[in-house]
């Protein structure tokens, strides 16, 4: 029997300021509901620039409270409105110099349901993030919503494959990846990693990426969102490599039970014989 919902991705250019961001994103959200769409994430940072390309304490200011901000109260007013589960990925300010790269999530109703916290943070050239954000502290929660359950793994935590087992192991049904990656660094990587986590742990990726040449540097990030099933198969057509786009598809989450029947991965794991992958 089908499982069918309708989810969304927005990836999107720097608008030159935070208002005008926040502005574009209600419009992509009130665009995806009027498409059908019953949950929508979008990029990482999604109201700013992708400031890590310099290393400039006044780029703080973007931080916000998490849930107590002003731009979750804003959204979650929107998300009740348009009955619509949305995913969040700002900048967190837990108190004044404690801050992270985190995901907010929103039921369709509203309300809050709490938040993901990226867990490795990258420091090369054009990616300081370790100037701006902590390493995460939430572990990998998996998120009850209105549509299934959902988990958020952001940016480079993709290279990263113990989070994506342990999202699969609490039960995640689709994960987003929300993303600020450049042409020319992780191209080869992109639509590779994201499709093998996919089938490695059966289930549904959302792999999001904003797009454009910013003014802060010269990373060219190339958009090319998209989803993949448990089977690595996208599902539809890859979005633009240059253009803001809103992309709208429809998974069926029944997909997941008939992989993992045939497959059986997660009967087949041996956690007993990784411990020495946990060692420092």
């Not at 990925?89 to 790269?101: A, F, I």
């Not at 998974?251 to 992958?277: C, I, N, S």
Request: glycine share 8%; proline share 6%; aromatic share 14%.
């Amino acid at each position: 029997m089908s499982r069918v919902i309708r989810a969304a991705l927005f990836q999107a250019a720097w608008t030159g300021d935070k208002e005008s961001m926040i502005r574009a994103h209600e419009q992509a959200a009130r665009d995806a509901a009027a498409q059908g769409a019953q949950i929508l994430c979008f990029q990482e940072l999604f109201y700013g620039p992708y400031f890590c390309q310099v290393q400039d304490p006044a780029f703080y200011e973007y931080a916000e409270r998490i849930p107590d901000g002003p731009t979750v109260r804003r959204f979650q007013e929107l998300a009740r409105e348009l009955n619509l589960v949305l995913v969040l990925p700002m900048y967190e300010e837990e108190q004044p110099g404690v801050l992270y790269n985190t995901a907010a999530v929103l039921d369709a109703d509203g309300s809050y349901l709490g938040k993901y916290r990226k867990t490795h943070i990258p420091q090369v050239h054009g990616f300081w993030e370790k100037f701006y954000f902590r390493p995460g502290n939430s572990g990998w929660p998996v998120f009850d919503t209105a549509v299934g359950k959902v988990g958020v793994y952001i940016c480079y935590d993709r290279h990263f494959p113990e989070g994506w087992r342990a999202l699969g192991l609490s039960g995640a049904e689709i994960v987003f990846n929300p993303s600020a990656t450049s042409r020319g660094l992780s191209g080869y990587l992109w639509q590779l990693e994201q499709p093998a986590a996919a089938v490695a742990n059966e289930y549904f990726v959302g792999a999001i990426n904003r797009v454009g040449i910013e003014e802060l540097g010269d990373d060219d990030f190339y958009g090319t969102s998209y989803f993949v099933d448990p089977e690595a198969q996208f599902v539809g057509e890859v979005a633009s490599d240059k253009e803001s786009e809103l992309l709208v598809r429809d998974l069926d989450l029944a997909k997941l039970r008939e992989v993992r029947d045939r497959w059986q991965f997660y009967r087949d794991r041996a956690p007993g014989a990784y411990t020495p992958l946990t060692a420092p």
